[in-house]
């Protein structure tokens, strides 16, 4: 199947802040374009882009080699960090060396502007190819307006510049032919059947029927066994009731992607009301009777919606996944709540089914020596944080910091080395305060019953002077469990966590 290959910046993808639910640049790009491409018709190309396409068990730099070399049209979001990160580099040369000087008509190298990047800023690799800017004016001028400015877009002007692009893909990217061009041909390889793990996903209601069907093909594409099937089968409740509990019996893992709406209609337009809820209440039976190590992991997806209210009317634009499963059932104590983009979800998810990834918390043992792990708040501030790490070092503390280009999530990162981590430094100078909470939440994350208890971290908030918004948000923060310092300069950051450093070397820090 032909491919689109988005390359990009992570720090692109930054979603907007607190008081919006809308997706980064990259995300609400990468769905309007899936969008404009099967409004043309063009159900035979398919769209490669990391996040979605790489879980947390496979080589990174393998699986995007094989994309770039896989891929017919190459989209470079061209921004004022692209060419700032090696793996953009990476991709961009890996392209323009496989396709340099390519036939007439047949351009597949395309830039798709998103800031007004100076022309001696850009990569010798944009000479000559086509581009598509997603904003118009300059910054010189004044007149400078981005197509997506806070998760709004400027809809005619956007619409227009992408309807443009899909224009240029269509062209240059032939069609399949058509089933009787193939005819007598010899018949292609059948795919591999599912036969990993079993995985429960439960039937979801109409306004969650879209993103189940994504889960499922993911899931399915990765090799795991999922079930049941779509609810078109289900003739009666009784029938729902027994299909779904033969699966929940036997999986490994139990997932429901939870929204508003409660009743599924059946084929033959039977309504099982409170579907939704029997579901988590007969998944909710099996993990209470399941005994440790035998207790399945039940994940739970539930996005943010604009017109939820709290108990005073006011509009709530993120809410607290766990308090939203109360409208549903009573949670579990190893239920795991996620609320973010369904992308990034999606990765997460194939993350935790991954045989073994409990294992480093399960493996903890009291002996192990303690190390420090100083973690960003916010990609813009992945600097300060890797300067904080340093002083620490150089103070003798065992510093950790994540992989500020890995394709996991900070959620799968963490629970891959916080079975040695006994305090986490978290380095604040331009990010969001919504971040620094979402960290803080995926910290404080209840383990699950039976696994072994290991220490919960010491908490440390290092704020470092940053723009006025910033410094406008960290005067409105306050969180009693977390210690907070003030450093000037991150690079001597050791001096203001002198008490940390202490606790280290006297060998009494948690």
């Given at each position: 199947?032909?491919?689109?290959?988005?390359?990009?910046a992570?720090?692109?993808?930054?979603?907007?802040?607190?008081?919006?639910?809308?997706?980064g640049?990259?995300?609400?790009?990468?769905?309007?374009?899936?969008?404009?491409?099967?409004?043309?018709g063009?159900?035979?190309?398919?769209?490669?882009?990391?996040?979605y396409?790489?879980?947390?068990?496979?080589?990174?730099?393998?699986?995007?080699?094989?994309?770039?070399?896989?891929?017919?049209?190459?989209?470079?979001?061209?921004?004022?960090?692209?060419?700032?990160?090696?793996?953009?580099?990476?991709?961009?040369?890996?392209?323009?060396a496989?396709?340099?000087?390519?036939?007439?008509?047949?351009?597949?190298?395309?830039?798709?502007?998103?800031?007004?990047?100076?022309?001696?800023?850009?990569?010798?690799?944009?000479?000559?190819?086509?581009?598509?800017?997603?904003?118009?004016?300059?910054?010189?001028?004044?007149?400078?307006?981005p197509?997506?400015?806070?998760?709004?877009?400027?809809?005619?002007?956007?619409?227009?510049?992408?309807?443009?692009l899909?224009?240029?893909?269509?062209?240059?990217?032939?069609?399949?032919?058509?089933?009787?061009?193939?005819?007598?041909?010899?018949?292609?390889?059948?795919?591999?059947?599912?036969?990993?793990?079993?995985?429960?996903?439960?039937?979801?209601?109409?306004?969650?029927?879209?993103a189940?069907?994504?889960?499922?093909?993911?899931?399915?594409?990765?090799?795991?066994?999922?079930?049941?099937?779509?609810?078109?089968?289900?003739?009666?409740?009784?029938?729902?009731?027994?299909?779904?509990?033969?699966?929940?019996d036997?999986?490994?893992?139990?997932?429901?992607?939870?929204?508003?709406?409660?009743?599924?209609?059946?084929?033959?337009?039977?309504?099982?009301?409170?579907?939704?809820?029997?579901?988590?209440?007969?998944?909710?039976?099996?993990?209470?009777?399941?005994?440790?190590?035998?207790t399945?992991?039940?994940?739970?997806?539930?996005?943010?919606?604009?017109?939820?209210?709290?108990?005073?009317?006011?509009?709530?634009?993120?809410?607290?996944?766990?308090?939203?499963?109360?409208?549903?059932?009573?949670?579990?104590?190893?239920?795991?709540?996620?609320?973010?983009d369904?992308?990034?979800?999606?990765?997460?998810?194939a993350?935790?089914l991954?045989?073994?990834?409990?294992?480093?918390?399960?493996?903890?043992?009291?002996?192990?020596?303690?190390?420090?792990?100083?973690?960003?708040?916010?990609?813009?501030?992945?600097?300060?944080?890797?300067?904080?790490?340093?002083?620490?070092?150089?103070?003798?503390?065992?510093?950790?910091?994540?992989?500020?280009?890995?394709a996991?999530?900070?959620?799968?990162?963490?629970?891959?080395i916080?079975?040695?981590?006994?305090?986490?430094?978290?380095?604040?100078?331009?990010?969001?305060?919504?971040?620094?909470?979402?960290?803080?939440?995926?910290?404080?994350?209840?383990?699950?019953?039976?696994?072994?208890?290991?220490?919960?971290?010491a908490?440390?908030?290092?704020?470092?002077?940053?723009?006025?918004?910033?410094?406008?948000?960290?005067?409105?923060?306050?969180?009693?469990?977390?210690?907070?310092?003030?450093?000037?300069?991150?690079?001597?950051?050791?001096?203001?966590?002198?008490?940390?450093?202490?606790?280290?070397?006297?060998?009494?820090?948690?």
């Amino acid at each position: 199947m032909p491919t689109v290959f988005i390359s990009y910046a992570r720090v692109d993808d930054t979603l907007p802040p607190k008081g919006t639910d809308d997706d980064g640049w990259i995300s609400y790009f990468h769905e309007a374009l899936s969008y404009g491409l099967k409004t043309w018709g063009r159900n035979d190309l398919r769209i490669w882009r990391d996040a979605y396409e790489i879980d947390g068990s496979q080589d990174f730099r393998r699986r995007i080699e094989e994309g770039v070399d896989g891929c017919d049209v190459f989209l470079a979001v061209h921004s004022t960090e692209y060419y700032e990160r090696k793996w953009c580099r990476m991709e961009l040369k890996r392209f323009h060396a496989r396709t340099d000087n390519p036939p007439p008509g047949r351009e597949c190298l395309i830039r798709i502007g998103i800031h007004d990047v100076p022309r001696d800023r850009w990569p010798a690799e944009f000479d000559g190819r086509t581009g598509f800017d997603f904003f118009s004016g300059n910054l010189q001028s004044g007149d400078y307006q981005p197509f997506y400015w806070f998760g709004t877009i400027a809809k005619s002007l956007y619409l227009e510049r992408l309807r443009e692009l899909v224009t240029a893909i269509n062209r240059l990217v032939p069609r399949a032919p058509a089933a009787a061009e193939t005819a007598g041909r010899a018949p292609a390889k059948a795919a591999a059947k599912p036969g990993g793990p079993l995985v429960f996903v439960a039937w979801a209601a109409a306004d969650m029927a879209d993103a189940r069907a994504r889960v499922v093909a993911e899931l399915t594409a990765r090799g795991f066994t999922v079930l049941p099937l779509e609810p078109q089968l289900l003739p009666g409740p009784a029938a729902a009731k027994l299909l779904a509990q033969q699966t929940i019996d036997r999986a490994e893992a139990l997932v429901h992607l939870i929204g508003e709406q409660e009743h599924i209609t059946g084929a033959d337009g039977t309504v099982h009301r409170h579907l939704v809820r029997r579901q988590l209440e007969w998944s909710g039976s099996r993990v209470d009777e399941a005994a440790p190590p035998g207790t399945p992991c039940r994940i739970l997806w539930l996005p943010s919606f604009a017109g939820l209210r709290d108990g005073d009317g006011r509009t709530v634009h993120r809410p607290d996944a766990m308090a939203l499963l109360n409208r549903f059932c009573a949670p579990r104590d190893n239920d795991v709540p996620e609320n973010g983009d369904l992308l990034t979800f999606i990765q997460v998810l194939a993350a935790r089914l991954r045989p073994g990834y409990a294992m480093p918390d399960d493996t903890w043992e009291e002996d192990e020596e303690p190390g420090l792990l100083a973690v960003w708040a916010d990609p813009v501030d992945a600097e300060e944080a890797v300067a904080v790490a340093r002083s620490l070092k150089a103070q003798g503390l065992k510093a950790r910091i994540p992989d500020f280009d890995a394709a996991d999530p900070m959620d799968v990162q963490l629970n891959g080395i916080l079975r040695r981590t006994s305090s986490v430094v978290i380095c604040w100078r331009d990010g969001p305060a919504e971040t620094v909470r979402a960290l803080l939440k995926t910290l404080r994350r209840p383990r699950p019953p039976g696994a072994r208890k290991r220490p919960a971290p010491a908490l440390w908030l290092v704020k470092i002077p940053g723009s006025p918004d910033a410094e406008a948000a960290k005067a409105r923060f306050f969180d009693g469990d977390l210690e907070e310092v003030e450093a000037d300069d991150p690079h001597r950051a050791a001096e203001a966590l002198g008490s940390l450093v202490r606790r280290f070397r006297e060998g009494v820090a948690r």
